[in-house]
């Protein structure tokens, strides 16, 4: 049984994280890494992280129903395309680093905040409907790789897709994105179990803090809306890109 102060940490980390990762990403940047100095092999911190994932979906899946904001259709058939990818990601990271992969990451991340800050003529903020279209579906292929891989800044890459590609306001992307990440993260975590890579203990402590963080993630997303998103995901990209480019 871990020490006491070990599951006030994780449970802070926790909350910290899926308030994070509902309305920006890269929440996984900050619980990876307090999994590793408590102790767990980076495989184990990957796998027990993957816990924490799917339960902190789970509270945001259902904590945006309960406030009407809901179109599992849609969210569904994304998730589909994202199992293939999510199945082989997860295979390869109990067998490989993933230190080059980081860095690819770093560079999309620094495109992703450009994007955000140039202005665009036709604004989605105002689309409140799914543009279904085949670039969108076909991203979530390589975005279930990566998710399955290592989860680290995949919310990131989803709203990037669903808001560009599908022209989505930032509420509704969120609202996707928990719901696709729920469903790759079943069969990534069913093979880091199989492969025991999970510290069961302080997974669930994890996973508290992190249900409890997107439980409030969502109705905070709801109701301050696009622009204060904006500004958390902009800030949040910036300090996972300095990251993984090692710059501190």
């Known amino acids: 049984m871990p020490e006491i102060y070990t599951i006030i940490i994780l449970f802070l980390v926790g909350c910290a994280a899926g308030f994070i990762n509902v309305n920006a990403g890269g929440g996984s940047s900050i619980t990876l890494p307090a999994l590793i100095f408590l102790g767990l092999d980076a495989s184990v911190a990957n796998g027990t992280n993957r816990l924490a994932i799917l339960i902190q979906n789970i509270s945001a899946v259902r904590s945006f129903k309960q406030e009407d904001y809901h ?96 022209k989505l306001n930032l509420v509704l992307v969120n609202m996707h994105k928990v719901f696709i990440v729920l469903i790759y993260t079943v069969p990534a975590l069913l093979i880091f179990i199989v492969t025991d890579n999970i510290n069961w203990v302080m997974g669930i402590v994890l996973a508290t803090g992190s249900a409890t963080g997107a439980w409030w993630a969502a109705k905070f997303s709801i109701k301050k809306g696009e622009k204060l998103i904006k500004l958390i995901l902009i800030v949040a990209v910036f300090i996972m890109a300095v990251k993984l480019l090692g710059i501190f």
């Open 71 to 166: 179109d599992f259709k849609t969210s569904f058939k994304l998730s589909l395309f994202t199992l293939p990818g999510a199945i082989a990601g997860a295979i390869i990271a109990t067998k490989i680093g993933d230190e080059l992969f980081q860095k690819i990451l770093a560079v999309i991340m620094i495109g992703i905040i450009i994007s955000i800050l140039i202005p665009r003529n036709n604004n989605p903020d105002d689309n409140d409907t799914v543009k279904s279209n085949l670039p969108a579906y076909l991203s979530m292929i390589g975005i279930g790789f990566y998710g399955g891989f290592i989860q680290v800044g995949v919310g990131f890459l989803l709203m990037a897709s669903l808001r560009y590609l599908m």
